[in-house]
C-alpha cells in the first residue's frame, strides 16, 4: 500500500481567489512521482480554529501532509500557533532559527523589523528546516499517524525548502516505490470519440486508465504498478495506442520525465530535416505563430483580413494552392494556408459551427484538410491552430495520406 | 453574518497537480463579491469513498458549496453517484437532459457515443441546471444545511453555468449583502514600482487594498464594506488613481459587474471612432493578433522573420516609420510597428532583457515608444503584445505625450 499524502495550504489570497494554489499541483506531482497516493487538497484562511480543526482531521487520516503559508512575521501568520494548539506542542524560542533571522537581514544590510522575532517560534520539539532564501524557517512535526511538513507560501522558498530539506527525509521515513505513467498525446480526435476506439480493449485491473481534454488535445494516461514488467508494459501502450493511429502525436513516459507537446515534436523535426515554414493564419489570427514563439524556422506568420472576407468561402482548395504557392515563392519550404469554407459570420458566436480548410504545401506534398469548429471564438481559433500544426506533424512524420 | 461557502472540486488531475486550481480561484471570487465568505477549498480524485465522506463533511458545516468536476461520460466521473449515495438521493433517468445531450451531438453533426448518456442520469429531485455549451448538465440539490451546485470542470462550461443558472439562484436563496470592489487596471508599470506611488496614501481602516499582478498587467483592489458612502468612496477611488496617472487603463465597480480588459477598451473606441489597423509584430508574433481575436478593425497582423533578423536591430525611429508608411498605404488608418532594438538574441533566455521599439503611426499622431522586455519567452511575447496595445490606447484615450 502506498502511504497517503495531503496538501494543506494556508492563505486568504487562496481562499478569495486572489491566487491560484500552484503550490498544491506542484508539490502534488513531486509527490506522486515519488509514489506517494495523494488524496486531498485542501485550503483555508486565517482563521485559528479552522487551521486547528483542519489540522487534527490530518493528523488522523493521512500518513504524510505537506503544508505552505502561514509562516510570514505578520499576525495572520498563524499556522505555528495552530500547530501548537491542535497537537499540544507549545512554542519555544528557537536560538538558531532567530540567528538566521537576524542574519538574512544583515546580510541586506537592513534593520530586522520586531515582527520577525514571531518567526523563531517554533513548535516544541519540531524539526527545523532551514530556509535559505527567505527569513521563515520551515519545521516537521509528527501527529497522530501523520508527518506534517511546513513551508513557507512564496513559491521559490518553497520549492528551494521541499527539495534541500524535506524530500532527503521523506525518502528515509516512508517507503515509496513509485508509479509508472504512459501518457499518449492526441490531436483531432474528442475524448469520447477515443473512449469509444478504446472500449474493445480490457486492460488488467492493476493498469489504471485516465484521460484529460485541454483545447484541442486529449490524453490518453495508463498508470502502471511500481516495477511492472518492461514487455507487457510496451504490449498494453501499443494496444491503446493502435486503434488511435496517426493521431497520436507523442507517447510520454514519467521513468524517463519526457513531457512533449505538439510543437516541441515540430520542433525538433523541423530542424532535424532543416525546413523552414510560412504561414497564412486567416482563421486562427495569430494563435499558431505565437505558439512558434521561439522557432527559427518559422518564416512568417500572418492575417489579413481581405482574404478572410472576399477569397475564401469556398471549398478553399483552388484559393488555398495559389496563397500557399505564392509562401513558397516568398522562400519557405512549406506552406499552410487556412481558409473559411462556410460560415465566417458564425466564428464568433459559440453556438455557430464554422468550417475551415487546412492546406499544406511542401517540396513533395500537399494534402487538404477540412474541419468543423465549434465553441467560443476563442475555441475554434486554438483548434484552428493546433489542426494546422498537426497537419504539419503528420506531413513530418510521414503519416499524411 | 455572511454566509459561508466552501469550493470542492473533483479530478484527479487536480489532485495528481497536473493543473492548478483555477476553477476554485474563480468561483472564489465570484463568491466573495457576491458576499458569500469563503472559508474552505477541497479537491479529492476520483475515489468514490472520498468524495461521498467530504459531501457529508461540507453538508454539516457550510450554507453553500460550489463544486465543479467529475460530471463526464466516463467511469472515473463519479460526482452524481456519490451525491447519491451520500445523501440517499438515488440517480434518475432525466429525460429532458438526455434530449439536451442529443441535441448537443446532432447540432454537430456527430453520433453520440453510448457513454454520455450516463450523463442524463442525476439524483432523485435534483435541480437541473441546463448546460449550453457541453453535455454535461448541472445539477444542484439542498442537503443538511448546505445547498450545492455541480458544474462541469471545463472552465468555460464552469462560467457559463455559474453565471446563467446559479448565480440568479443564489441571489434569491440567501440574504447577500456584498462588499464593494473597484479595481484599477494598469499597464506598463510593476507592483512594487505601484505600491511605492501608493506609499503616502493612508487608507480608512475598514477599506481593504489588495494587488493582484499577471503578465503585462497590475491590478489595484480596493475593497469597501456594503453601503460605504458613495462620495467618500469615490474619493479614496481617486487618491489612489491620481498618482498612477496615464497608466490606468480602466477602473471597475463590482456594484455594476463591469469588467475591462485592454482588449476590450480599445475595442469600444476603435468602434467609436471608425478606424483600423495593420501590425507589425516583429517581437510578440501573432499574440497580439491573436487577442484581438475578434476585432473587425484588424485589418492585418504579420510576422516576417526577414524583419526581424535584418532591419531592425537599431533604434528603430527610422526603419519603423518607414515600414509604418507601408502599412498605412495598405489602407489601414492606424500601423502599429514592433521592432528589437537590442539583444534579439537574448530573446529565448529568461536571464536576458530584449530592448524594443514599438511605433504607432495615425493620420493626426506619431509615437515611438521603447521598453526592455524581461522573464522567459513567452513573457517578453505577451509584453511586447500589451505594450503595444497599450500605446494604441492611449492614443485613443487622447494620453499620449
Same mark, same amino acid.
Given at each position: 500500500?502506498?502511504?497517503?499524502?495531503?496538501?494543506?495550504?494556508?492563505?486568504?489570497?487562496?481562499?478569495?481567489?486572489?491566487?491560484?494554489?500552484?503550490?498544491a499541483a506542484w508539490l502534488s506531482q513531486q509527490a506522486m512521482q515519488l509514489?506517494?497516493?495523494?488524496?486531498?487538497?485542501?485550503?483555508?484562511?486565517?482563521?485559528?480554529?479552522?487551521?486547528?480543526?483542519?489540522?487534527?482531521?490530518?493528523?488522523?487520516?493521512?500518513?504524510?501532509?505537506?503544508?505552505?503559508?502561514?509562516?510570514?512575521?505578520?499576525?495572520?501568520?498563524?499556522?505555528?500557533?495552530?500547530?501548537?494548539?491542535?497537537?499540544?506542542?507549545?512554542?519555544?524560542?528557537?536560538?538558531?532559527?532567530?540567528?538566521?533571522?537576524?542574519?538574512?537581514?544583515?546580510?541586506?544590510?537592513? #534593520?530586522?523589523?520586531?515582527?520577525?522575532?514571531? @518567526?523563531? /517560534? !517554533?513548535?516544541?520539539?519540531? =524539526?527545523?528546516?532551514?530556509? &535559505?532564501? +527567505?527569513?521563515?524557517?520551515?519545521?516537521?512535526?509528527?501527529?497522530?499517524?501523520?508527518?506534517?511538513?511546513?513551508?513557507?507560501?512564496?513559491?521559490?522558498?518553497?520549492?528551494?525548502?521541499?527539495?534541500?530539506?524535506?524530500?532527503p527525509t521523506l525518502n528515509t521515513r516512508f517507503s515509496l516505490a513509485a508509479?509508472?505513467?504512459?501518457?499518449?498525446?492526441? #490531436?483531432?480526435?474528442?475524448?469520447?470519440?477515443? @473512449?469509444? /476506439? !478504446?472500449?474493445?480493449?480490457? =486492460?488488467?485491473?492493476?493498469? &489504471?486508465? +485516465?484521460?484529460?481534454?485541454?483545447?484541442?488535445?486529449?490524453?490518453?494516461?495508463?498508470?502502471?504498478?511500481?516495477?511492472?514488467?518492461?514487455?507487457?508494459?510496451?504490449?498494453?501502450?501499443?494496444?491503446?495506442?493502435?486503434?488511435?493511429?496517426?493521431?497520436?502525436?507523442?507517447?510520454?513516459?514519467?521513468?524517463?520525465?519526457?513531457?512533449?507537446?505538439? #510543437?516541441?515534436?515540430?520542433?525538433?523535426?523541423?530542424?532535424?530535416?532543416?525546413?523552414?515554414l510560412a504561414v497564412l493564419e486567416t482563421v486562427s489570427r495569430g494563435c499558431?505563430?505565437?505558439?512558434?514563439?521561439?522557432?527559427?524556422?518559422?518564416?512568417?506568420?500572418?492575417?489579413?483580413?481581405?482574404?478572410?472576407?472576399?477569397?475564401?468561402?469556398?471549398?478553399?482548395?483552388?484559393?488555398?494552392?495559389?496563397?500557399?504557392?505564392?509562401?513558397?515563392?516568398?522562400?519557405?519550404?512549406?506552406?499552410?494556408?487556412?481558409?473559411?469554407?462556410?460560415?465566417?459570420?458564425?466564428?464568433?458566436?459559440?453556438?455557430?459551427?464554422?468550417?475551415?480548410?487546412?492546406?499544406?504545401?511542401?517540396?513533395?506534398?500537399?494534402?487538404?484538410?477540412?474541419?468543423?469548429?465549434?465553441?467560443?471564438?476563442?475555441?475554434?481559433?486554438?483548434?484552428?491552430?493546433?489542426?494546422?500544426?498537426?497537419?504539419?506533424?503528420?506531413?513530418?512524420?510521414?503519416?499524411?495520406?
Amino acid at each position: 500500500m502506498k502511504p497517503t499524502l495531503e496538501i494543506f495550504s494556508q492563505g486568504e489570497e487562496i481562499v478569495c481567489g486572489q491566487v491560484a494554489d500552484t503550490n498544491a499541483a506542484w508539490l502534488s506531482q513531486q509527490a506522486m512521482q515519488l509514489g506517494f497516493l495523494v488524496t486531498r487538497h485542501t485550503a483555508v484562511g486565517d482563521k485559528l480554529d479552522d487551521l486547528v480543526g483542519l489540522l487534527k482531521e490530518i493528523a488522523g487520516r493521512a500518513d504524510c501532509c505537506l503544508c505552505t503559508g502561514g509562516l510570514g512575521p505578520t499576525t495572520d501568520d498563524l499556522t505555528a500557533e495552530a500547530v501548537a494548539q491542535a497537537f499540544g506542542l507549545p512554542l519555544a524560542f528557537d536560538e538558531v532559527a532567530f540567528a538566521q533571522i537576524q542574519d538574512f537581514f544583515s546580510r541586506r544590510q537592513r #534593520v530586522m523589523p520586531d515582527s520577525n522575532r514571531k @518567526q523563531a /517560534l !517554533l513548535p516544541r520539539g519540531a =524539526l527545523r528546516l532551514d530556509n &535559505a532564501l +527567505g527569513t521563515a524557517p520551515g519545521f516537521a512535526v509528527q501527529a497522530g499517524r501523520c508527518w506534517f511538513a511546513f513551508m513557507p507560501g512564496v513559491p521559490s522558498e518553497m520549492r528551494h525548502l521541499f527539495a534541500e530539506r524535506i524530500l532527503p527525509t521523506l525518502n528515509t521515513r516512508f517507503s515509496l516505490a513509485a508509479d509508472r505513467l504512459i501518457t499518449l498525446k492526441t #490531436v483531432g480526435i474528442g475524448e469520447s470519440a477515443i @473512449q469509444e /476506439l !478504446l472500449r474493445p480493449i480490457t =486492460l488488467p485491473e492493476e493498469v &489504471a486508465i +485516465g484521460y484529460r481534454a485541454s483545447l484541442g488535445e486529449v490524453q490518453i494516461k495508463l498508470l502502471f504498478p511500481h516495477a511492472y514488467p518492461e514487455q507487457r508494459l510496451n504490449q498494453l501502450t501499443d494496444a491503446v495506442a493502435a486503434p488511435l493511429g496517426d493521431k497520436v502525436f507523442a507517447v510520454d513516459d514519467s521513468s524517463t520525465g519526457q513531457c512533449s507537446d505538439l #510543437v516541441g515534436v515540430i520542433d525538433g523535426l523541423m530542424r532535424q530535416r532543416q525546413l523552414s515554414l510560412a504561414v497564412l493564419e486567416t482563421v486562427s489570427r495569430g494563435c499558431l505563430g505565437s505558439l512558434c514563439l521561439t522557432a527559427d524556422w518559422l518564416l512568417s506568420s500572418a492575417y489579413y483580413q481581405g482574404v478572410a472576407l472576399q477569397d475564401t468561402v469556398c471549398d478553399g482548395s483552388e484559393t488555398a494552392q495559389s496563397l500557399a504557392a505564392d509562401l513558397l515563392a516568398s522562400g519557405a519550404d512549406c506552406a499552410l494556408v487556412q481558409l473559411f469554407t462556410d460560415n465566417r459570420e458564425g466564428f464568433a458566436d459559440r453556438g455557430q459551427a464554422t468550417g475551415i480548410s487546412i492546406y499544406l504545401l511542401t517540396p513533395d506534398a500537399s494534402h487538404l484538410a477540412q474541419h468543423r469548429l465549434s465553441g467560443p471564438a476563442a475555441n475554434k481559433q486554438q483548434q484552428a491552430a493546433l489542426l494546422s500544426l498537426d497537419v504539419l506533424r503528420r506531413y513530418l512524420q510521414g503519416r499524411l495520406h
